[in-house]
């Protein structure tokens, strides 16, 4: 894997640490400030299902992380590129279910991260 596409695989890995960190421990304090859009009642009965949604934004940083320490170049690859098309799909869900920005935070770097995979 070249150091372009490390290097955007490791700054997605990095965000997911810090949406599951949001969602698992701060969705009642930060999370009326980030989501103005949703009604700040739901935060604190909606807390054990982004705690939920934080542990799976974990599962995809820690493969992420995974692939970049794997020794075979082309495994590395494509251990990358699956985690990185679980964060393209699960960006484009959210900008159409939940708010569209996800699609510039989430789905934009992974599709970044994938071209980088294979044109870098």
């Not at 103005?36 to 934080?54: C, S, Y």
């Not at 992974?110 to 870098?120: D, H, I, R, T, W």
Request: hydrophobic fraction near 60%; proline fraction near 4%.
């Amino acid at each position: 894997m070249s150091i372009i596409a490390s290097v955007i695989v490791a700054v997605i890995a990095l965000l997911h640490l810090y949406i599951m960190w949001f969602e698992m421990f701060k969705w009642t304090s930060r999370g009326p400030k980030i989501f103005k859009q949703f009604p700040a009642d739901l935060f604190e009965p909606t807390k054990t299902m982004a705690a939920n949604q934080g542990l799976y934004n974990g599962f995809l940083a820690a493969g992420l992380i995974w692939s970049l320490f794997i020794a075979d170049p082309v495994w590395q690859v494509k251990v990358a590129c699956c985690f990185l098309l679980f964060v393209l799909v699960a960006g484009i869900y959210g900008a159409a279910t939940a708010a569209r920005n996800i699609l510039f935070v989430q789905a934009v770097p992974a599709a970044a991260g994938l071209l980088s995979l294979y044109f870098v």
